[in-house]
């Protein structure tokens, strides 16, 4: 379904109350396309997803008939750049359809974003984010916690960037 699909609603986050189904968002995504995580760091990940990650973000949910099936996280603008992706998962039932694609339009758009990493070993949203315009500007060995994934970084260009 294309991105401008009418049963495709993109909403804030209604809040704490929403995190459960968030988290299992979370986890079908991120089953069907992170092979590469250990299982060790999956646990991990997960556990922080609502305590400490969804509430250093603005949330936005994409929910078709009532039920979400993606969401992007965004923090603040840093100085002298825009805002930055932080998260987006959709359910692994619902890829394809066109939710990350309006995800990431909302966010852009509405939210400022300008920025975004992503897994090396996840080419799949390398190949999304660069087909949407972001280009890759540096790389790091290792992820923000220090493990073993490399990340891509990746930014609009400032002439595709929406003022």
Request: glycine content about 12%; some cysteine.
């Amino acid at each position: 379904m294309p991105a401008s699909d009418p049963r495709l609603a993109i909403r804030p986050c209604l809040g704490p109350e929403e995190y459960p189904r968030l988290v299992g968002i979370w986890r079908s995504a991120v089953r069907a396309t992170h092979g590469f995580l250990a299982e060790e760091d999956f646990v991990r990940i997960e556990s922080l997803l609502a305590p400490a990650y969804f509430p250093n973000v603005t949330l936005t949910v994409a929910e078709r008939a009532g039920e979400p099936v993606g969401f992007a996280g965004v923090s603040a603008p840093e100085a002298g750049s825009g805002a930055g992706l932080e998260m987006l998962f959709v359910a692994n039932a619902a890829r394809g359809t066109g939710v990350g694609s309006a995800l990431l339009a909302e966010v852009v758009e509405r939210q400022g974003v300008t920025r975004v990493d992503v897994n090396e070993q996840n080419p799949g949203a390398h190949g999304f984010y660069r087909s949407r315009g972001f280009a890759q500007v540096g790389r790091s060995a290792l992820d923000g916690d220090g493990r073993p994934y490399p990340i891509l970084h990746l930014e609009l260009p400032a002439r595709a960037v929406r003022g």
